[in-house]
């Protein structure tokens, strides 16, 4: 079973800076395609980040710059360092993995819908 649990959600000023932590508990962590996700109120949910096995990284092209995917492996760990926020950027937060045979660009790609495993989500609000 896996299971993945997601925190450092927090209520920022415009400007500031977080860290969001996905635990991931699984057989086969290393071989999972990963992403974050979010969605705002009255919003669809939007992808922010894709990781894939290999590391390669993907980002929607309003957060490029801002925004950067890590994971430590060691650790089972996938991380969202956002900086530079913006109200717009408020938001549930979630992390999602799948670990369906995927290719690089597949996984950096990768749709909401076809990810297998997601977090019950971590709260980011950022006020003006």
Partial sequence: QVQLVESGGDSVQ???????SCS????????????????APGKEREGVARLSID?????????????????DNALNSLYLEMTSLKPEDTGMYSCAAT??????????DLAGRNFRYWGQGTQVTVSS
């Fill in 24 to 39: 991931v508990s699984g057989p086969t962590y290393r071989r999972y395609c990963m992403g974050w996700f979010r969605q």
């Fill in 55 to 71: 590391g390669a990284s993907s980002y929607a092209n309003s957060l490029k710059g801002r925004f950067t995917i890590s994971k």
């Fill in 14 to 20: 415009a400007g500031d800076s977080l860290r969001l």
């Fill in 99 to 108: 670990d369906f045979p995927i290719t690089q660009r597949s996984c950096l």
